[in-house]
């Protein structure tokens, strides 16, 4: 029973070496993907929403037929007799429609970056859920490893007990 006693205690060591060393791979995995949420959320967050390339081309695409509609409309000011004051009347419609179109991308990219902070906040959330799990069970791990080895010691010195009583026994006879 001594033996069976060592031998658990030195199989519960191992044990808990290589669950020390899995949850150490853990943490270091979790720190390896925390580092690459900030870096996403720091390139993604603090970015101008209006220098990505979709939002560029569509302002790209806005000016080319504002001034393609500019064109046509000096073309036909000057061939139905119309003014400078009604070019420059269709002129600043243009111009406030892309006043629009711009401040209707500034909130869309508001709303864009909401939606990247919610995003990381997960992220991190998730992260830090998982590092508490690896924690817990450390702990968990220790406590039951403490329970065992009082379990085992007392087995152990019920085992020594009885063979001194039994030697006691044996010597009284």
Do not use: H
């Amino acid at each position: 029973m001594l033996l069976q006693t060592i031998f658990s205690g030195i199989m519960a060591g191992v044990q808990r070496r290589r669950a020390n060393a899995a949850n150490e791979k853990a943490m270091k995995e979790l720190e390896k993907s925390e580092s690459a949420a900030d870096t996403l959320f720091n390139s993604q967050y603090y970015k101008d929403y209006t220098d990505r390339a979709d939002v560029q081309a569509l302002f790209n695409n806005f000016r080319k037929e504002q001034k393609r509609q500019t064109s046509q409309n000096r073309k036909m000011a000057a061939l139905s007799g119309g003014t400078q004051e009604s070019v420059a009347a269709m002129q600043k419609t243009s111009s406030d429609a892309l006043a629009d179109t711009y401040n209707n991308a500034a909130a869309i990219g508001a709303q864009w970056k909401d939606s990247v902070l919610n995003s990381y906040i997960n992220r991190k959330s998730a992260i830090q859920d998982a590092k508490y799990n690896i924690y817990q069970n450390k702990a968990n791990s220790y406590m039951s490893s403490a329970a065992n080895m009082l379990n085992n010691a007392s087995e152990g010195l019920k085992t020594f007990d009885n063979f001194w009583s039994m030697s006691a026994l044996n010597q009284s006879k």
